[in-house]
């Protein structure tokens, strides 16, 4: 199992740079949290080898999208969702009345507590993300899709190594 462990060591570093790379590419990158938490683990258990790749609770969420539900998602300003409307830099428009006018106002801490709120209940009702109709990015699909050939191939050439030594192991003894 030692070439197709190391095929699979292989392949994570790979998958671990084409999942940053595609982040990035559908500008899912605002934190950095996401991205920086992308990792894979090859587990050897006996004659079997398994690569896991791993990212934080977001991961799964911006992926696959959040579907609707009754609870919303946290929106204080220890919450995942507050600090990404930092990091992107969104602000709310916070309209009043200035002689019979209104007129926008930017940047109010109380008015960007409130649009975050407004992004959560949005996410409540509809789910996530909007430019991916509300069914998540697919990021890990299409890193998938684009290197299912490579894939394979490490694996096979790893597999067939073992075998070929395990052969020769056994040749010999």
């Known amino acids: 199992m030692r070439y197709t462990r190391e095929a699979l060591e292989r392949l994570g570093v790979l998958l671990e740079q084409k999942i940053k790379q595609q982040l990035k590419v559908q500008d899912l990158y605002a934190t950095g949290n996401l991205y920086n938490s992308v990792h894979s683990i090859v587990f050897r ?3 079997s080898a398994t690569l896991n ?3 934080d609770k977001s991961f799964k969420i911006v992926n696959e999208g959040r579907k609707p539900q009754k609870r919303q998602p946290a929106s204080g300003p220890t919450s995942a969702l507050y600090k990404w409307a930092k990091a992107k830099g969104i602000q709310p428009r ?3 009345q200035r002689n019979g006018r209104r007129v926008s106002q930017f940047g109010s801490m109380k008015g960007f507590e409130q649009m975050v709120f407004n992004i959560a209940r949005a996410i409540g009702k509809k789910g996530t993300i909007k430019r991916y109709n509300y069914s998540g ?3 890990l699909d299409y890193v998938i899709d684009a290197t299912a050939i490579k894939i394979t191939e490490e694996i096979q050439k790893g597999y067939t190594k073992d ?4 052969i020769k192991v056994n040749g010999n003894s």
């Not at 075998?163 to 395990?166: F, I, K, M």
């Open 53 to 55: 790749i791993y990212g």
């Open 94 to 96: 916070v309209y009043s």
């Open 163 to 166: 075998l070929e030594s395990q």
């Open 137 to 139: 990015a697919k990021f």
């Open 45 to 47: 258990d006996g004659t």
